[in-house]
């Protein structure tokens, strides 16, 4: 029995087979011609301009007739021949005015082969904007990716290359263009210059005027350059939302005229015509050539007879020959697209062919019979990482229930060492490390721990203790058992079905028993040298738990620790000694006191190695206040032993001096003051 296929198109071939019906079945890989040819006007491929006549693959002209061959010229005129192509270019290198859009040249209807670049890496944007002021490309003060946009019948193509690669953005389109575009710049800084060129066709002259302007030579370039003005001069006013651009269209250089030789009788050198032109086709360079001519009869002389003439300089002129054939131009490639594993390099392809007036961009087409190069590669910078499980999966979280378990997953490289995550990116999605796991359904219940092993008592009636805690059966997985309490509330387990937490234990029975109490020790009795130390010494009484003081005899029959015992204090040294102060040699108006002071040694010794800054003083000042100058009426002695007193010279102590207050007032009259 067959097989029913639903068939779809086959486009995939190449030459006269693209006007046969191949179909393919959906889902294999052959195909079947089922005629030789499709109905007229199929399109040879999709999104091509062809179009299939009678089984014939047939491409439309520029004037839209199948088969006329015509073709846009460089300037894209139909069916031109490049006689009427101005390429128009220059530099823009005013240095800007404020911050935001400011335009900077006008594209007209009609161009073709548009560049236009930065000169170098900056922070501004070129913007294009169409009739009407509509917002082409990165407008609105929003950024665009890099791209083709179509606009003004033509694609622009956006470039916005890494700033590392040191070159500015681009903007260009085959053309011609149907509608005048502007260009802006987002000004951010300082203009980096600007270069621009484009081809337009301009009409042939009018041989009628004869004031009209010679044929601009085939590609001959018009150099519009940006040139300050003179520094005397004031800078001209800036119309706004533009950049100030003072073009400057150089002349032909008119043909040099020969010099009539000075002082020559016989001949003059005259040009006669020019060597052969450096290049066959494009643009060359030739060498005119000069000989010397008769004045009267017009006839080549010998060189000999101009000798005395200034023979004309034979500079290089410029030559124009026939175009030459087009080539494509491929430009650097770009960075590998990844930066490990497999990756692909693009470059940019352009035909281009040489004028006369110089090289410039052509449609691919006229390259078309030649070879055209790949335009992209492939590229490996280095080999990317792979994923590796270093431990097995963990225990589950918990002991019932769902939860998690877990193992470790790193990126290593191709030496084995762990390396950044984003090396195995382009590779294998990455191992799990964390994944659910069910153990099961869980349960509440009461759990204990153990009883603890010691009793709270010695001897007598003590508790022993355990833990007791409501808890689901997996909460305590992987915990300690202090945490363990925290897990659940003691409201989820029945409450009369609690285990007791505690019990009573007893070792053995208690006994009354005595012991001696001994007291710390005292500080050592001298700072230095041997001392002694004390403590206290007490028998107390033990019954289980229990302590009280007792008498000593209830301690008899037990060794009496000591409660004295020597100590050994630091090194003494030699220190200063001193006698108490004497009496004041004077009751009032300054008296001084003095005292013996001497060092002595650990021994009670004189000693020399007291510290000299640390000796006491041995005078000091005394009764300093003013004597009075007479005994008044209320000085009187009040003791018949005054002037024992007063020979004893008692007079300088307090006691004595109120005592005979009269006797001891005309001594200290009659005494001078005692020198400080």
């Known amino acids: 029995m067959g097989q029913l296929y639903q068939w779809e198109p086959f486009t995939e071939v190449q030459g006269s087979q693209r006007c046969e019906l191949n179909c393919r079945p959906r889902g294999f890989r052959f195909y079947v011609r089922h005629t030789e040819k499709v109905q007229d006007g199929t399109l040879c491929q999709p999104g091509a301009p062809d179009i299939c006549v009678a089984g014939r693959c047939l491409s439309p002209g520029c004037d839209g007739i199948l ?15 490049d006689s009427t192509c101005r390429l128009v270019s220059g530099n823009l290198t005013d240095r800007g005015g404020p911050l935001g859009y400011q335009k900077i040249l006008l594209i007209p209807a009609g161009a073709s082969q548009l560049q236009i670049a930065q000169l170098r890496p900056s922070s501004n944007y070129l913007a294009l904007r169409g009739p009407g002021g509509r917002s082409i490309i990165n407008g609105n003060w929003a950024v665009d990716p890099p791209g083709s946009y179509t606009a003004g019948g033509t694609i622009f193509r956006y470039n916005r290359p890494p700033r590392e690669e040191g070159t500015g953005e681009t903007l260009s389109a085959e053309g011609p263009t149907t509608q005048p575009v502007d260009v802006y710049m987002i000004f951010q800084e300082e203009n980096p210059g600007v ?10 002259p009018n041989p009628e005027n004869p004031t009209s302007e010679p044929r601009i030579p085939q590609l001959q370039p018009e150099m519009f350059r940006v040139e300050p003005p003179p520094a005397s001069a004031p800078r001209p006013a800036r119309t706004p939302g533009t950049l100030q651009r003072q073009v400057r269209i150089p002349q032909m250089p008119a043909p040099p005229h020969p010099r009539t030789p000075l002082g020559s009788p016989t001949g003059y050198w005259k040009r006669v015509g020019y060597s052969e032109c450096s290049a066959s086709c494009g643009k060359g360079v030739w060498r005119p050539i000069f000989h010397c001519i008769s004045r009267e009869s017009g006839e080549e002389l010998d060189e000999r007879s101009c000798a005395t ?29 990844r930066s490990c594993g497999p990756g692909t390099q693009h470059r940019q392809l352009r035909c281009r062919q040489e004028f006369g007036g110089g090289g410039s961009s052509v449609p691919p087409e006229r390259c078309g019979h030649l070879p055209r190069p790949n335009i992209t590669q492939p590229c490996q910078l280095r080999l990317c990482g ?16 769902r939860g998690q378990r877990s193992r470790q997953v790193r990126c290593v490289g191709n030496n084995g060492d762990e390396v950044s995550e984003r090396e195995c990116a382009s590779g294998p999605p990455r191992p799990p ?12 219940a009461w759990f204990h721990s153990d009883w603890s092993s010691k009793c709270s008592a010695e001897c007598g009636t003590g508790i022993q203790r355990r833990s007791v805690v409501c808890l689901g059966s997996g909460e305590a997985h992987g915990v300690g058992q202090e945490e363990v309490g925290a897990g659940t509330s ?15 234990c007893s070792l053995r029975p208690c006994e009354m028993t005595w012991c001696w109490y001994m007291g710390p020790w005292t500080e050592c009795s001298s700072e230095c040298g041997s001392g002694t130390q004390r403590r206290d010494i007490i028998c107390v009484s033990k019954l289980g738990a229990e302590f009280n003081v007792t008498s ?30 004497s009496p004041c040699s004077r009751s009032c108006q300054g008296g001084m006191q003095t005292r013996e002071v001497q060092c002595l040694t650990a021994n009670q010794t004189l000693g020399i190695r007291c510290p000299p800054h640390l000796r006491p003083s041995r005078r000091r000042p005394c009764n300093s206040q003013p004597c009075s100058q007479r005994p008044d009426d209320q000085c009187k002695d009040s003791s018949p032993h005054c002037p024992l007193v007063v020979q004893a010279r008692l007079c300088v102590y307090p006691y004595y001096t109120a005592t005979c207050c009269r006797s001891c007032a005309h001594v200290l009259e009659r005494s001078p003051p005692e020198p400080a």
Not at 68 to 74: A, E, F, I, T
Not at 310 to 319: G, N, V
Not at 386 to 401: A, K, N, T
């Open 67 to 81: 088969g006329s061959g015509r073709r846009p010229d460089g300037c894209g005129v139909c069916g031109g021949d």
């Open 386 to 401: 792979h994923w590796e499980v270093r431990s097995p999966w963990s225990q589950c979280s918990v002991r019932c229930g």
């Open 433 to 444: 490390s964390r994944e659910a796991c069910d153990m099961g359904p869980c349960i509440t």
């Open 490 to 504: 003691e409201q989820s387990c029945a409450p009369g079905s609690r285990p007791p937490d505690m019990r009573a």
């Open 195 to 204: 270069f621009y060129q484009y081809v337009i066709s301009s009409p042939p």
């Open 309 to 337: 003439g200034a023979r004309p300089s034979a500079s290089l002129e410029p030559c124009h020959g026939p175009p030459c054939p087009p080539y494509w131009e491929a430009g650097e490639w770009t960075s590998c697209s």
């Open 552 to 581: 000593p005899s209830n301690c008899a029959h037990l060794p009496r620790p000591p409660a004295l015992q020597p100590c050994q204090g630091q090194d003494c040294q030699d220190r200063w000694f001193s006698t108490p102060w």
